[in-house]
């Protein structure tokens, strides 16, 4: 049974940085890559970053390029997303997700197979 379990989020100022922590569970799982995406209201579900298992491949969406950081602890099994200079437009649920098998694809909802529960980042300005 894998879980995926996120911490992190909460309100912000805008400029403001967070970070958010995914820890996934499961003794035998090693995912490919884990990443995080974002859904605010009325809105669908986008992509925000993603990582592979090497660390050194990273991909952001150009909304958050700059701004935020993706790093993967192996050992852990757990994904950091640092989220800095923060924007009333950053403010959304916060998914992370993994995969268990290699795809050349990485941006799209279908491509993971694991989800968190989400956590809410609110940026008020």
């Known amino acids: 049974q894998v879980q995926l379990v996120e911490s992190g989020g909460g309100l912000v100022q805008v400029g403001d940085s967070l970070r958010l922590a995914c820890a996934a569970s499961g003794r035998t799982f090693r995912p490919y890559a884990m990443g995080w995406f974002r859904q605010a209201p009325g809105k669908e579900r986008e992509f925000v970053a993603t990582i592979g298992q090497s660390t050194t491949n990273t991909y952001y969406s150009d909304s958050v390029k700059g701004r935020f950081t993706i790093s993967r602890d192996n050992a852990k099994n757990t994904v950091y997303l640092q989220m800095n200079s923060l924007k009333p437009e950053d403010t959304a649920v916060y998914y992370c997700?993994?995969?268990?098998?290699?795809?050349?694809?990485?941006?799209?909802?279908?491509?993971?197979?694991?989800w968190g529960q989400g956590t809410q980042v609110t940026v008020s300005s």
């Open positions: 997700a993994a995969r268990s098998y290699y795809s050349p694809s990485y941006f799209r909802n279908e491509d993971y197979n694991y």
